[in-house]
Nanobody, 127 residues
Framework: EVQLVESGGGLVQAGGSLRLSCAAA????????IGWFRQAPGKERELVSC????????FYAASVKGRFTISSDNARNTVYLQMNNLNPDDTAVYYC????????????????????WGQGTQVTVSL
């Protein structure tokens, strides 16, 4: 059974940093794509960043490019999202999501393309 568990959220002041982790279980990294999404109250879920297992060119939303970095540790079956220079607009519940079958493909940018989801971790950025 595939399981995704996010951690690392919390309360941080504007300008601060957090590192989110997505620990995956129930499979071995091979041809999947993992995405980090976020959803703020009253807003749609949006893709923040995604990466495939073979990817050297991860995707970043324009709003986070240059501030966030996605990385994976295949040995630990974990994907990270390093978030720097946070601002209040980054406040949201952050989810990691997984889809298989992405060999030689770019990671999907639509939430509906992902088959497995974690429970989410809250990130709150104060002024």
């Amino acid at each position: 059974e595939v399981q995704l568990v996010e951690s690392g959220g919390g309360l941080v002041q504007a300008g601060g940093s957090l590192r989110l982790s997505c620990a995956a279980a129930g499979f071995t990294f091979d041809d999947e794509a993992i995405g980090w999404f976020r959803q703020a109250p009253g807003k749609e879920r949006e893709l923040v960043s995604c990466i495939t297992n073979e990817d050297s060119n991860p995707f970043y939303a324009a709003s986070v490019k240059g501030r966030f970095t996605i990385s994976s540790d295949n040995a630990r079956n974990t994907v990270y999202l390093q978030m720097n220079n946070l601002n209040p607009d980054d406040t949201a519940v952050y989810y990691c999501a997984l889809v298989f079958g992405m060999r030689h493909m770019s990671c999907p940018t639509w939430a509906s393309h992902y088959d497995f989801w974690g429970q989410g971790t809250q990130v709150t950025v104060s002024l």
